[in-house]
């Protein structure tokens, strides 16, 4: 495919990635404005490379302010029904992830115990459809 970057390039640009939020992570409790500027320029290679950032480290900076976020430092943490709220102390904004996911799995083995007590020769239709409402809004 032309103008397709190869595949060594987007390997060592989500390298790159990583290596940042690390660093934004080892730096912030001394120099967290050196946080915030790796946050930015991982982001920039994610633009660039149209990569998207780690699950692992999507939640670590702030949505609206784009700055590295530190759970207990500069970032507070709340559940809520189902929800899972990340305030940002620096700009104050509020990001919310459900964790559809942990409650699916939860609701999955409930399903399943209660087949197996019903006996298994019961068909109970368990729903793998993952197409519905499971994913990130945000
Ligand atoms: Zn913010």
Redo the contacts with the bound molecule.
Sequence with gaps: MPGRRPQWIIRIARERIDILFQLADKEFSKHPERSHRYVELARRISKKYNLRIPRKWKRRF??????F?KPGYNCRIRLSRGRIHYH??????IMRFPYIREKKFKRRNKIERHTLKKGADEKIPINNNTTGREGWSQ
């Design positions: 702030c949505k609206s302010c784009y700055r976020l940002c102390l620096e700009c104050g904004r």
